[in-house]
Structure formats: structure tokens, C-alpha cells
């Protein structure tokens, strides 16, 4: 089974739907994020989380919200979906540790799109 | 601004040859350099770190080389094979151990047989 898993993989949407991607992980880091990829952009940094009770912004938070139900889930919401917000969706983890949590470990992804 | 940059959108390279990736970085506060393999519809794995104090990280058919003074990490893959065919993202974290790694844009490598 894999270790972080993300879910819908796939989701078609209308601008102004509330959606909600969940991740979850069985790898038992503290440690979850949520980034987005566009092509000719790399990955951007959504929102991460150090533990269930931390949640930061990253680089493009706008749009955006989180929860984090407990330490395995991790949840990203678009309250109301706009076209640019479509992009390939990733969850990652890491663990804490000298250098450890540099090193992240990805879900499959899910790919959105909002028409 | 674009902290991490990877200059080549695409690289293509025949099997057995030395593949050739590029990365710049701005922030001199970068002290811990990854790089990461994406395959299609599946998500980036992790393939090779250097930290700062190295000038070079070697495993296996990939070696990442890391010039300080240019702000500049490469990563050469001898030899190359079709199965090594994907996009490669390299990633910079800075000091403290944030836990958070600015990714450069990509380079999709192809390998031809």
C-alpha cells in the first residue's frame, strides 16, 4: 500500500464549487504540505503543517484553506474554485530530525480542473 | 522572484552517454540541496541531497556537484538508461531546518535507446 495517499486523483469542478482534497499518510511524519505544479513553474508551496495543532502559509496560501484532522490527514479546501486554480495537486511528508525533513516524501497527486 | 532556476525546459541524451542537469540558486541562505524524479501521474521522488559543506554526493550512476561560489548544482547521471526518462525537479531548504524546499521549474529528460 502506499504510504501517502491522496484522493479524488482526478476532479473536474465549476467556478464557485466549494472542493476538498484529503491526503493521507501511513508513514507516521509530523510533518505534511500541500503544493501545487504548473507546467513551467516547478512545485509552489501552498500550506504546510509541523503537527496537528501548526499550520502555515506558504508561498501562494490565497484561495486556499487547510485542516489538519489529526496527525495522518491533512486536508486542502478551495472555497470557491476559479479557472487558474487549475493545476496537479501534491501532499508530501516528512519527518522531523537533523536534515530528515528536507527530505519529503509525495502522494500521486490530483489533478484539478475547474472550467 | 524565481529562487531556485532551471534553465532548460528539456534534454535529450542517447543511452549509455552522460546526462547533464543544471540548477541556480540566488539565496545564499540555501544550505541543503535535493534533487527529485517525477514519472508521469505519479508524484516526485526523492534521488539525491548534498549539503552545503560538500562539493559533491555520489550514488551509484548519480553524482549531484554543488559550486558555491557560482550558486550553481548539476547533476550527472553515467550512463544514462531509458528507465532514468523522466522530469527532474531539483529543491534548496535553507538554514534552520524549516522544513521547506523552494523547487526549481523542471528539466524533462529524455534518454532515447
Known amino acids: 500500500d502506499a504510504d501517502v495517499t491522496q484522493t479524488p486523483r482526478n476532479r473536474i469542478t465549476k467556478t464557485g464549487k466549494r472542493i476538498m482534497l484529503e491526503c493521507s499518510q501511513t508513514k507516521g511524519h509530523d510533518r505534511m504540505y500541500w503544493y501545487r505544479q504548473d507546467p513551467g513553474l516547478g512545485l509552489r508551496l501552498i500550506y504546510y503543517s509541523f503537527d496537528v495543532k501548526d499550520i502555515n502559509k506558504g508561498e501562494i496560501s490565497d484561495g486556499y484553506s487547510v485542516s489538519r484532522q489529526a496527525q495522518a490527514k491533512f486536508s486542502l479546501s478551495l472555497e470557491s474554485a476559479i479557472p487558474n486554480q487549475t493545476a496537479l495537486y501534491f501532499c508530501?511528508?516528512?519527518?522531523?530530525?537533523?536534515?530528515?525533513?528536507?527530505?519529503?516524501?509525495f502522494g500521486p497527486g490530483t489533478r484539478l480542473t475547474v472550467l | 522572484d524565481q529562487q531556485v532556476k532551471q534553465n532548460s525546459p528539456s534534454l535529450s541524451v542517447q543511452e549509455g552517454r552522460i546526462s547533464i542537469l543544471n540548477c541556480d540558486y540566488t539565496n545564499s541562505m540555501f544550505d541543503y540541496f535535493l534533487w527529485y524524479k517525477k514519472y508521469p501521474a505519479e508524484g516526485p521522488t526523492f534521488l539525491i541531497s548534498i549539503s552545503s559543506i560538500k562539493d559533491k554526493n555520489e550514488d551509484g550512476r548519480f553524482t549531484v556537484f554543488l559550486n558555491k561560489s557560482a550558486k550553481h548544482l548539476s547533476l550527472h547521471i553515467v550512463p544514462s538508461q531509458p528507465g532514468d526518462s523522466a522530469v527532474y525537479f531539483c529543491?534548496?531548504?535553507?538554514?534552520?531546518?524549516?522544513?521547506?524546499?523552494?523547487f526549481g521549474q523542471g528539466t524533462t529528460l529524455q534518454v532515447k535507446p
Open positions: 529543491a534548496a531548504s535553507g538554514t534552520g531546518n524549516t522544513g521547506k524546499l523552494i
Open positions: 508530501a511528508t516528512s519527518d522531523k530530525g537533523q536534515g530528515a525533513e528536507d527530505e519529503q516524501f
